[in-house]
Protein backbone atom coordinates (compact mmCIF):
# COMPACT_ATOMS: atom_id res chain seq x y z
CA UNK A 1 0.00 0.00 0.00
CA UNK A 2 2.83 2.26 0.76
CA UNK A 3 4.91 1.69 -2.11
CA UNK A 4 2.71 3.62 -4.74
CA UNK A 5 2.33 6.85 -2.77
CA UNK A 6 6.26 6.65 -2.56
CA UNK A 7 6.21 6.42 -6.59
CA UNK A 8 4.07 9.26 -6.68
CA UNK A 9 6.17 11.49 -4.73
CA UNK A 10 9.10 10.55 -7.03
CA UNK A 11 7.19 10.69 -10.10
CA UNK A 12 5.91 14.33 -8.46
CA UNK A 13 9.28 15.42 -7.95
CA UNK A 14 10.78 14.76 -11.50
CA UNK A 15 7.24 16.35 -12.69
CA UNK A 16 8.06 19.43 -11.01
CA UNK A 17 11.58 19.79 -12.14
CA UNK A 18 10.53 18.98 -15.45
CA UNK A 19 8.07 22.02 -15.54
CA UNK A 20 11.26 23.80 -14.83
CA UNK A 21 12.93 23.40 -17.16
CA UNK A 22 9.71 24.10 -19.36
CA UNK A 23 9.15 26.79 -17.96
CA UNK A 24 12.39 28.53 -18.07
CA UNK A 25 12.89 28.09 -21.61
CA UNK A 26 9.16 28.79 -22.58
CA UNK A 27 9.27 32.49 -20.98
CA UNK A 28 12.69 33.05 -22.29
CA UNK A 29 10.87 32.47 -25.80
CA UNK A 30 8.23 33.90 -25.09
CA UNK A 31 10.13 36.98 -23.32
CA UNK A 32 12.61 37.52 -26.81
CA UNK A 33 11.05 40.62 -29.01
CA UNK A 34 11.33 38.29 -32.72
CA UNK A 35 8.62 35.97 -31.19
CA UNK A 36 6.58 39.10 -30.41
CA UNK A 37 4.27 41.60 -32.17
CA UNK A 38 5.88 45.30 -32.65
CA UNK A 39 5.20 47.65 -29.97
CA UNK A 40 1.60 49.35 -30.34
CA UNK A 41 0.79 46.87 -32.76
CA UNK A 42 -2.53 45.07 -32.49
CA UNK A 43 -4.28 41.86 -33.51
CA UNK A 44 -7.03 40.27 -33.51
CA UNK A 45 -7.56 36.38 -33.14
CA UNK A 46 -11.25 34.68 -33.93
CA UNK A 47 -12.34 38.11 -33.20
CA UNK A 48 -10.48 39.02 -29.68
CA UNK A 49 -7.92 41.09 -29.51
CA UNK A 50 -4.44 39.76 -28.42
CA UNK A 51 -2.40 40.40 -26.22
CA UNK A 52 1.07 42.51 -27.09
CA UNK A 53 3.49 41.24 -24.83
CA UNK A 54 4.56 38.14 -22.67
CA UNK A 55 2.84 38.92 -19.51
CA UNK A 56 -0.77 37.99 -21.32
CA UNK A 57 0.56 34.60 -22.37
CA UNK A 58 1.92 33.90 -19.16
CA UNK A 59 -0.80 35.13 -17.39
CA UNK A 60 -3.02 32.75 -19.64
CA UNK A 61 -1.17 29.71 -19.62
CA UNK A 62 1.43 29.99 -17.03
CA UNK A 63 0.30 31.06 -14.00
CA UNK A 64 -2.86 28.66 -14.51
CA UNK A 65 -0.98 26.19 -15.02
CA UNK A 66 1.25 26.68 -11.98
CA UNK A 67 -1.55 26.93 -9.62
CA UNK A 68 -3.06 23.33 -10.60
CA UNK A 69 0.43 22.09 -10.12
CA UNK A 70 1.01 23.48 -6.81
CA UNK A 71 -2.81 22.84 -5.75
CA UNK A 72 -2.23 18.93 -6.81
CA UNK A 73 1.10 19.07 -4.77
CA UNK A 74 -0.45 20.46 -1.99
CA UNK A 75 -2.77 17.96 -1.76
CA UNK A 76 -0.43 15.10 -2.41
CA UNK A 77 1.52 16.60 0.58
CA UNK A 78 -1.27 16.51 2.77
CA UNK A 79 -2.39 12.83 1.64
CA UNK A 80 1.25 11.84 2.36
CA UNK A 81 1.72 13.04 6.31
CA UNK A 82 -2.00 12.02 6.85
CA UNK A 83 -1.55 8.80 5.90
CA UNK A 84 2.33 9.14 7.73
CA UNK A 85 0.56 9.70 10.84
CA UNK A 86 -1.90 7.03 10.51
CA UNK A 87 1.05 4.67 9.96
CA UNK A 88 2.73 6.21 13.55
CA UNK A 89 0.10 5.96 15.14
CA UNK A 90 -1.00 2.22 14.01
CA UNK A 91 2.92 1.07 14.56
CA UNK A 92 1.82 -0.45 17.87
CA UNK A 93 5.69 0.33 19.01
CA UNK A 94 7.20 -1.46 16.18
CA UNK A 95 10.53 0.18 15.65
CA UNK A 96 10.87 -0.25 11.98
CA UNK A 97 7.24 0.99 11.45
CA UNK A 98 7.61 4.05 13.72
CA UNK A 99 10.66 4.35 11.30
CA UNK A 100 8.84 4.21 8.28
CA UNK A 101 6.22 6.41 9.63
CA UNK A 102 9.06 9.00 10.49
CA UNK A 103 10.85 8.40 7.53
CA UNK A 104 7.72 9.42 5.24
CA UNK A 105 7.12 12.36 7.37
CA UNK A 106 10.46 13.52 6.77
CA UNK A 107 10.37 12.69 2.96
CA UNK A 108 7.22 14.75 3.04
CA UNK A 109 8.23 17.88 4.92
CA UNK A 110 11.23 17.39 2.56
CA UNK A 111 8.98 17.66 -0.50
CA UNK A 112 7.30 20.97 0.80
CA UNK A 113 10.85 22.58 0.99
CA UNK A 114 11.89 21.56 -2.46
CA UNK A 115 8.11 23.48 -3.78
CA UNK A 116 8.54 26.05 -2.38
CA UNK A 117 11.97 26.20 -3.40
CA UNK A 118 11.12 25.49 -6.73
CA UNK A 119 8.29 27.85 -6.63
CA UNK A 120 10.44 31.21 -5.41
CA UNK A 121 12.95 30.34 -8.04
CA UNK A 122 9.53 30.28 -10.64
CA UNK A 123 8.72 33.83 -9.25
CA UNK A 124 12.47 34.49 -10.29
CA UNK A 125 12.41 33.29 -13.76
CA UNK A 126 8.90 34.17 -15.07
CA UNK A 127 8.74 38.12 -15.54
CA UNK A 128 6.11 39.45 -13.17
CA UNK A 129 5.97 36.34 -10.96
CA UNK A 130 3.85 33.46 -10.82
CA UNK A 131 -0.18 33.39 -9.13
CA UNK A 132 -0.48 37.20 -9.36
Given at each position: MLKPI??????????????????????????SAA????????FAING???????????DRYVNPGIALL????????VISIVVAGIQYSAAGGDPS?????KS???KS??????????YAFLNYIV???VGK
Open positions: MNIQKKLAVLSLLLTGVLAVTTSATAALPAAGQNQAACEDAACIISATVAVIIKVGAARIGLAALFFFFFLPGG
